[in-house]
């Protein structure tokens, strides 16, 4: 196919694929309430940072109450229940990261009406910058917004936190999201979550591309298809489509924390984690153009959700470099050499 034919054809395409991702007026309605805004949430939280490292795990979760404030300015409460999630956050960090368990009947009549399930995203230490890295890691989520329909929507948090001891609890004002739960992603596509590992050769090409280019914009290495790690598996009208999660370790965020991954049979051949890597799988070469023009054509709204947050970052220069990291990877995507040499020369075999 020559490079006429091959534009034409991914202009053809592109235009029935971004015009999938509008959403109906009955959509717009529908949405869980709690993802229905977007301004920052004010929360409050009371549990022992030590205690719910110690008494709860997969399956084991404390009873705690949240309270957040309600449009009419008043606080409301309702009943939860807590767990820690992540073995590598359980033992790195001080703040947790938490799953959020909620009764129907405690949501009803709240802005949690709908949600069962949640995971909550906190920083992980105590340290300068530790909510310009959440802050960071909820803009990747609102870049893959713009790259998928198939996405976790995301609220972003203001958290005041009171860490319950014997004596003298301590209080931190933080910043954190929700992100919504997998079985709610499938409920949104009339599908369901896939809980058995398959072979990424079985994943939809255009997912599995957009989901691999999207983690080497970012630069992440903490993921893996083959294993399923940091990625929920959808089924969804006969497709497989791998929808990602967890982003604290890449190269955008660059936390004080994040290290390469060392989980593959092999060492990558990087030793930052703001090194990028593609760990994409070979497909249909056309299907790497496709995609390479559809972040090309979207390359404003990507910058744009970077620069809609810059009033939370308490460091400008954090922002100002995640912006400067994003627009690096264009340089990739709009030179043809270096997108051959460093994407698709890089693809690993199925």
């Known amino acids: 196919m020559n490079n006429h034919h091959q534009k034409l054809f991914c202009t053809?395409?592109?235009?029935?694929?971004l015009c999938s991702f509008a959403q109906t007026e009955e959509e717009k309605v529908n949405k869980p309430k709690l993802f229905n805004e977007t301004e920052l949430l004010p929360i409050r939280l009371k549990y022992s940072r030590k205690g719910i490292k110690k008494e709860t795990d997969d399956s084991t979760y404390i009873k705690s109450k949240l309270s957040y404030l309600a449009k009419n300015e008043d606080w409301e409460t309702l009943d939860i229940?807590?767990?820690v999630r992540g073995n590598f956050r359980k033992?790195?960090?001080?703040?947790?990261?938490?799953?959020?368990?909620?009764?129907?009947?405690?949501?009803?009549?709240?802005?949690f009406k709908g949600e069962k399930k949640l995971k909550l995203v906190l920083p992980c230490l105590k340290e300068s910058g530790n909510d310009d890295y959440v802050i960071k890691e909820y803009i990747a989520y609102k870049m893959y917004e713009v790259i998928s329909p198939y996405y976790f929507k995301t609220r972003l948090l203001d958290i005041e936190y009171e860490n319950l001891k014997k004596k003298d609890s301590k209080i931190y004002n933080l910043k954190g999201f929700f992100i919504e739960d997998d079985e709610s992603v499938a409920k949104r596509f009339d599908g369901h979550v896939y809980k058995r590992p398959i072979y990424p050769k079985s994943f939809d090409d255009l997912e599995a591309l957009r989901n691999a280019f999207f983690q080497c914009m970012i630069g992440n290495t903490d993921f893996s298809p083959t294993y399923q790690h940091n990625m929920k598996l959808l089924f969804i009208d006969k497709k497989f489509i791998p929808v990602p999660y967890d982003f604290d370790l890449s190269g955008l965020v660059n936390s004080s924390y994040a290290?390469?991954?060392?989980?593959?049979?092999?060492?990558?051949?990087i030793d930052d984690v703001t090194?990028?890597?593609?760990?994409?799988?070979?497909?249909?070469?056309?299907m790497f153009h496709i995609v390479k023009e559809e972040y090309i054509i979207n390359k404003s709204k990507i910058?744009?959700?970077?620069?809609?947050h810059k009033v939370y970052?308490?460091?400008?220069s954090a922002f100002y470099e995640a912006k400067r990291y994003i627009q690096e990877f264009y340089t990739v995507?709009?030179?043809?050499?270096?997108?051959?040499?460093?994407?698709?020369?890089?693809a690993k075999k199925i």
């Open 91 to 111: 033992k790195t960090c001080f703040f947790t990261p938490l799953k959020v368990k909620i009764k129907k009947e405690d949501a009803k009549g709240t802005v």
């Open 313 to 316: 970052f308490e460091n400008k």
């Open 259 to 269: 290290v390469v991954s060392r989980s593959r049979k092999a060492p990558l051949p």
């Open 333 to 346: 995507l709009e030179d043809e050499d270096k997108f051959k040499s460093k994407i698709i020369d890089i």
């Open 275 to 286: 090194d990028r890597y593609f760990l994409g799988y070979k497909r249909d070469l056309r």
């Open 81 to 83: 229940k807590l767990r």
């Open 12 to 17: 053809f395409f592109l235009f029935f694929t």
């Open 303 to 308: 910058m744009d959700a970077i620069e809609a």
